[in-house]
């Protein structure tokens, strides 16, 4: 089983930082990508930012220039360095993860943290 869960969010004023941070935890084989993707209320949960086992990110054009995600491989950890946070960016993020299991090498699980809440107002 795994467990995928994320830490680092809060309140905080427009123009300030957050660094959300999603430890994948469990029977581990390898894990390809991590994302994070958010949800504000009433709309759909929209992909933020997402980096390959490799390395190579993409980002939501409404993030780029202000976000920076990143990954610990022997750690199993994403990251999501948030700056210059406008209001808009409030919403609840999630971690994806896409492993494989030591019980089933050769297909890739996708897994969901329970959401970390991001608030920016003044």
């Known amino acids: 089983h795994v467990q995928v869960v994320e830490s680092g969010g809060g309140l905080v004023q427009p123009g300030g930082s957050l660094r959300l941070s999603c430890v994948a935890s469990?029977?581990?084989?390898?894990?390809?990508?991590m994302g994070w993707y958010r949800q504000a209320p009433g709309k759909e949960r929209e992909l933020v930012a997402r980096i390959t086992s490799g390395g190579t990110t993409n980002y939501a054009d409404s993030v780029k220039a202000r976000f920076t995600i990143s990954r610990d491989n022997a750690k199993n950890t994403v990251y999501l360095q948030m700056n210059s946070l406008k209001a808009e960016d409030t919403a609840v993020y999630y971690c994806?993860?896409?492993?494989?299991?030591?019980?089933?090498?050769?297909?890739?699980?996708?897994?969901w943290g329970q959401g970390t809440l991001v608030t920016v107002s003044s």
């Open positions: 994806n993860v896409n492993v494989v299991l030591w019980a089933a090498i050769g297909t890739e699980y996708d897994y």
């Open positions: 469990g029977s581990i084989f390898s894990i390809s990508a």
